[in-house]
């Protein structure tokens, strides 16, 4: 197996007219991994992902994937590639089966479609609705099953889980697992710090069309403060939780504490143990203020 990188991208750039969308974006995935691509909407991931494809051009800049450049090789680029795009344009007349037909059949030999029949299956599918008629959930689940039932060297996931169920998310995130235990290289964009925590080795961050960052999801969820809300039986004694490092108490009512707590729970749950803990709360930093953070 070639030692390239599954994408390389060096000094990327892209605008609309006079809006930049892409301001120099360097990025390494390696093969076999699953990459997060996180920021919010209007950050850039959708365009860069485009750019992999050869859907767009870029202005300035390289981009390889699985060592190819995407421009000059676009069709064997995309042989090897599966996607799935954030907005997915669907004809709506067709069954859920006769477009998964079609592009099974523009596939080639590579689709079985006992594997369409399977995804639709794990994903509650129902083959023979109307897109028409589909829920935006439903219509996503189509997107996910074209997706993954062809073998792909890369996956390229545009908000793989816009629109799923919890019960429905979870399933795509097994179906990533899987692709990358049989080799593949799953690369994700997602605005959601659960899922990319969930499911990524490393991600990406991008913001106004530059990588802010690249780090371990734990590292990500540490960077910000969570806010704590605890309920004990009886008041807590003063001083109870000076020691808990990263905690600092910011409102105190009878039994009821909030904190602001930097980095892991652990050191306060092990300090709550030996009190009668009612009820406790937990609020995760936003997106924007983890991107305040690591930019600070």
């Known amino acids: 197996m070639t030692a390239d990188p599954a994408i390389s991208l060096h000094g990327l750039t892209k605008s609309y007219g ?10 390494e995935v390696q093969r076999g991994e699953i990459f997060g691509f996180l920021g919010p909407n209007g950050a850039g991931k959708t365009t860069t992902i485009r750019c992999l494809l050869d859907l767009i051009r870029p202005d300035g800049g390289t981009a390889r994937v699985l060592g190819l450049d995407p421009q ?23 069954t859920a089966e006769g477009i998964l037909r079609y592009l099974a059949e ?17 994903l509650h599918l129902d083959l023979r609705t109307p ?34 169920d919890p019960l429905m998310q979870q399933e795509v995130y097994r179906l990533v697992r899987e692709a990358r235990d049989g ?46 809300r605890l309920r004990l039986r009886q008041p807590l004694p003063d001083g109870a939780l000076a020691g808990v490092l990263g905690a600092t108490q910011i409102e105190r009512d009878g039994a009821t504490v909030t904190l602001e707590i930097e980095g892991e729970m652990d050191a306060l749950i092990k300090a709550l143990g030996a009190y009668t803990v009612i009820d406790l ?3 995760r930093p936003s997106l924007e203020e983890l991107f305040l953070t690591l930019y600070r």
């Open 106 to 122: 523009l596939r080639g030999a590579a689709v079985g479609f006992e594997r369409v029949r399977e995804l639709a299956g794990r």
């Open 72 to 94: 000059a090789d676009a069709a064997a680029v995309r042989r090897r590639v599966a996607y799935l795009p954030g907005e997915l344009s669907l004809e709506a007349n067709l």
């Open 131 to 164: 897109i028409k008629n589909m829920s935006k959930g439903n219509k996503q689940k189509v997107g996910v099953v074209q997706a993954f039932m062809a073998p792909a060297e890369l996956l390229l996931l545009d908000e793989p889980t816009s629109g799923l």
């Open 183 to 228: 080799g593949a290289t799953v690369f994700f964009s997602s605005h959601i710090i659960a899922e990319v925590e969930a499911i990524a080795e490393r991600v990406a961050i991008i913001r106004d069309g530059r990588i802010a960052g690249v780090l371990d999801p734990r590292e990500l969820v540490a960077l910000g403060k969570r806010r704590v």
């Open 281 to 283: 709360e937990t609020e």
């Open 18 to 27: 006079r809006i930049p969308a892409l301001r120099g974006v360097d990025l």
